[in-house]
């Protein structure tokens, strides 16, 4: 399942997902919105976490099947 599916199916904001996985930096909701669409992929520890927070239903190969726009 896409990231941006699961958000939108749990009705979470970027802003929440990235408190989920301890992100609280002030760009932190601006990195979880450009994972969900596709234009920046999350370094593995990341990635990692997302697995885990959405327990399973966003997968490694969701988060970088896409190619990056240029």
Request: proline residues 4%; hydrophobic residues 40%; without cysteine.
């Amino acid at each position: 399942m896409k990231l941006a599916d699961y958000l939108k199916e749990k009705n979470i904001s970027h802003a929440e997902f990235a408190r989920m996985l301890g992100m609280d930096s002030t760009s932190a909701a601006l990195n979880v919105s450009r994972y969900a669409r596709g234009l920046r992929r999350p370094r593995p520890a990341i990635a990692d976490k997302i697995v885990a927070v959405t327990k399973g239903r966003v997968k490694h190969k969701d988060l970088y099947s896409a190619e990056i726009p240029e």
